[in-house]
Nanobody, 111 residues
Framework: QVQLVESGGGLVQPGGSLRLSCAAS????????MRWYRQAPGKQREFVAR???????IYADSVKGRFTISRDNAKKTLYLQMNSLKPEDTAVYYC?????WGQGTQVTVSP
């Protein structure tokens, strides 16, 4: 059983930054591939980024160069550093590992 709890969302102006965290409990965190997804109002959930157990990373084209995914295996925590935020980044952000999902954290980018 794995539990995921996201935090760090909020309201930020365009061009600003936020750092999301996802604290995990249970499971063998260090070897699992973890992912961030997001869902904007009226849209389907979409992939944002993933990081493998060996720290290899993949990003959606829409966030490449602006977002950075990382992990701290000792703390069992996944991060998403988001820079140069745009209004179109507004969404609920979820962390995911295998079939488990967190509850999501709201990110709103608005003047």
């Amino acid at each position: 059983q794995v539990q995921l709890v996201e935090s760090g969302g909020g309201l930020v102006q365009p061009g600003g930054s936020l750092r999301l965290s996802c604290a995990a409990s249970g499971g063998i965190f260090s070897i699992l591939t973890m992912r961030w997804y997001r869902q904007a109002p009226g849209k389907q959930r979409e992939f944002v980024a993933r990081i493998g157990g060996g720290a290899s990373t993949i990003y959606a084209d829409s966030v490449k160069g602006r977002f950075t995914i990382s992990r701290d295996n000792a703390k069992k925590t996944l991060y998403l550093q988001m820079n140069s935020l745009k209004p179109e980044d507004t969404a609920v952000y979820y962390c995911n590992v295998v079939d488990w999902w967190g509850q999501g954290t709201q990110v709103t980018v608005s003047p």
